[in-house]
Structure formats: structure tokens, C-alpha cells
Nanobody, 116 residues
């Protein structure tokens, strides 16, 4: 299993920035990809950004040019730098570890609220 702990959420004004962190522990070597997902009230959880162990990155169209996913292998941590935040970015953000046939693991989520 992999344990994921997110941090960095909070309240920010429109146009502001936040950086989310996801620290992984446990069976790190089994991770094939990691990603950030979000779920707004009344909506389905959606992919925000993913990064594979090979460095392939994918973004949702709604965040391209504003969000950046990165990782620090030495710290077993994945980051999501969010800039030019909009009210529609308000959601609970979850970190996910994809372990292939071994399954997936989710973090507990961190709330991001964009409001004036």
C-alpha cells in the first residue's frame, strides 16, 4: 500500500496562487503515476494533472497554462502549483497514486477555496 498526505490548501482570492503538496510513503517503488484530482460540491471528481514515473505530464484543459505539476523524487512528494486561480477552481483536491494492477491509493483531500 501507499499512504498519501496532502497539504497546502486554503482560502485564496481570485487571481492568487497556492501550492499543494502530496507526500507519499509505503510501497513507493510500486507507483507508476501520480496525479491531482478535484471534486466540487455536486460534481464528479475530475482529473486535474498527472505525472508518470517516466515524466509524462497531462493536464485538464481547464487548468493548462495556470497549473503546474512537478515531483521531488528524493522527498517522494508531488506538487501542484496553482496560479491565476478562479472561483471555479474551488474544490477538494485529492492526490492519487496509480500502482497498475496493484490498484490505486487516494489521499484524504485538501480544500481549496477561491473567493473574494
Amino acid at each position: 500500500q501507499v499512504q498519501l498526505v496532502e497539504s497546502g490548501g486554503g482560502l485564496v482570492h481570485p487571481g492568487g496562487s497556492l501550492r499543494l503538496s502530496c507526500a507519499a510513503s509505503g510501497s513507493i517503488s510500486s507507483i507508476l503515476a501520480m496525479g491531482w484530482f478535484r471534486q466540487a460540491p455536486g460534481k464528479q471528481r475530475e482529473m486535474v494533472a498527472t505525472i508518470t514515473t517516466g515524466g509524462i505530464i497531462n493536464y485538464a484543459d481547464s487548468v493548462k497554462g495556470r497549473f503546474t505539476i512537478s515531483r521531488d523524487n528524493a522527498k517522494n512528494t508531488v506538487y501542484l502549483q496553482m496560479s491565476s486561480l478562479k472561483p471555479e477552481d474551488t474544490a477538494v483536491y485529492y492526490c492519487k497514486a496509480n500502482r497498475g494492477w496493484r490498484g490505486v491509493n487516494w489521499g484524504q483531500g485538501t480544500q481549496v477555496t477561491v473567493s473574494s
